[in-house]
Each structure stands twice: as structure tokens, then as C-alpha cells.
């Protein structure tokens, strides 16, 4: 019988997984079909289109996790929604730090699969101005 991965603990690990930019491993939680959007993205379905678009707005990324939540889907269809909230640190792409930028991540969770992946944050309100990295 092969043991799942809780929820939670999928969504944290592909988190680490693109942190760590250990594309292979992060690919290995994502369904067929996943799609993920950032502030001001299009719709990205591979991780490299995400890697691209977001170079030059930062060269480093870290999160702070104050909670992991695990909630029903609320549209009814199966899988379990994964809210992660906290704060992002790091170096912007013109090499200044900045830090206590606040996150939160949902997933949607199918059959131990990532499925989708919304992101809001507020870089876009403390970012450089007039940097490469004018846009979250």
C-alpha cells in the first residue's frame, strides 16, 4: 500500500523544492494540467516560463511560514485546498535585501497532486522603483 503525503505537507515541500530551484524534484508534486499565477502574471504551466518571468525582479527568495492550512475544496469537487501565509526575504534583482514581505500561496490538492497554485504578495508595494524588479 503506498502511504500519500498530507496535503500540507506536499504543498511545503514543493515550496522548498522551487526554493532550493530543484526543478526535477519540485515538477514531481504538479498534476497534469497544473497552472499557477502570480501578482501581474500570465498563467504559467511550467515551471521555466516562472523562472524566466521572474528573472530580474529578484535574485533570491525565501519564506517565513507562520501557518499551513488545510481546507475542503469549496466548489465541491474532490481535493483539499492548502492555504501557506507568512513573509518573503531576500535580494531584489538590483542587489539591495529586503524582507517582511507578506505571502500567501493556495493550492489546489487532487489525488496527492498539485493542480493549481495562486500566489498574492505585497513586493509589488515595496519594491525599487525604476528597477527591473517594478513588477511582484
Not at 501565509?85 to 529586503?98: D, E, M
Request: proline share 5%; net charge negative.
Amino acid at each position: 500500500m503506498t502511504q500519500r503525503t498530507a496535503p500540507a505537507q506536499l504543498a511545503r515541500d514543493f515550496l522548498d523544492a522551487m526554493e532550493a530551484r530543484d526543478l526535477a524534484k519540485a515538477k514531481s508534486y504538479l498534476g497534469d494540467g497544473f497552472n499557477m499565477i502570480f501578482p501581474n502574471s500570465p498563467v504559467f504551466h511550467e515551471l521555466e516560463e516562472l523562472i524566466a518571468w521572474s528573472a530580474g525582479r529578484y535574485q533570491s527568495v525565501r519564506k517565513t511560514y507562520e501557518g499551513i492550512d488545510e481546507c475542503p475544496n469549496p466548489d465541491g469537487r474532490d481535493g483539499v485546498a492548502v492555504y501557506c501565509r507568512g513573509t518573503l526575504s531576500g535580494i531584489w534583482g538590483n542587489g539591495t535585501p529586503f524582507e517582511g514581505i507578506r505571502f500567501i500561496d493556495r493550492f489546489t490538492i487532487m489525488d496527492s497532486k498539485i493542480m493549481d497554485h495562486k500566489v498574492w504578495n505585497d513586493m509589488a508595494e515595496v519594491r525599487p522603483k525604476g528597477s527591473s524588479s517594478d513588477q511582484s
